[in-house]
């Protein structure tokens, strides 16, 4: 029986790829580089904030030797205003409303920095809309480690066995297995179906409401 459920937040609970890339080519154009497609920026997230400004420097064409200052330029501006163009997908509240209903524990694990991470949850779903929230830490391996998870799982007090983990990339769904909670992947988010599947997505998800459909 399905006790807990860990979502990853961008591309999962809360839409933020314009967001990200109106940020990151804000930052781009500053140290006058060209904008990116907000379509790339699908396949550039997920590994935490310093590798998404690694891999758009790149693809830009930047110098590898801006690339502490353009991160610096980057996370100072995302953090100043995280909400700017940021929503919740369609259904994600009514789900989370459900799912309190249920008695089901929910927590939010992110590669997105702490404090940004944290700040967008509390605003867009409420202080006391989760159990826990964790973005990015210091000392803490990112996703796929399962390090994070099993932090989550005994803090929530609940096995791996009793354990969703949600998200929409390849990164989540090796994030879920190698925690051995069962891996949801969402089809509204970043990512394909393909990419899911391949990347061991034990379930696959096309609106939040069908994730009841498999609590039990």
Request: aromatic content about 10%.
């Amino acid at each position: 029986m399905i006790k807990a459920c860990i979502f990853d937040l961008d591309g999962t609970l809360s839409n933020t790829l314009t967001t990200i890339a109106y940020y990151c080519n804000q930052t781009l154009n500053k140290f006058d580089l060209p904008s990116l497609p907000q379509e790339r920026y699908r396949y550039l997230v997920g590994n935490g904030a310093r590798i998404l400004v690694e891999r758009m420097v790149r693809e830009a064409g930047g110098a590898e030797a801006l690339m502490d200052t353009i991160f610096k330029e980057y996370t100072e501006a995302y953090e100043k205003e995280p909400l700017y163009l940021t929503a919740p997908y369609e259904g994600i509240v009514d789900l989370l409303k459900a799912l309190r209903e249920r008695g089901i524990l929910t927590a939010v694990l992110s590669n997105k920095p702490h404090a940004p991470a944290c700040a967008v949850v509390d605003a867009l779903f409420g202080k006391d809309a989760f159990d826990c929230c964790y973005g990015q830490r210091e000392g803490v391996p990112i996703k796929p480690d399962p390090t994070a998870v099993l932090e989550i799982m005994k803090e929530l007090g609940v096995t791996a066995e009793e354990c969703f983990y949600i998200g929409d990339t390849a990164v989540d769904m090796q994030t879920g297995t190698a925690s051995g909670a069962t891996s949801v992947g969402v089809l509204w988010g970043f990512r394909d179906r393909q990419e899911l599947e391949e990347s061991g997505a034990d379930i696959l998800l096309e609106y939040p409401m069908q994730l009841l459909d498999f609590l039990a």
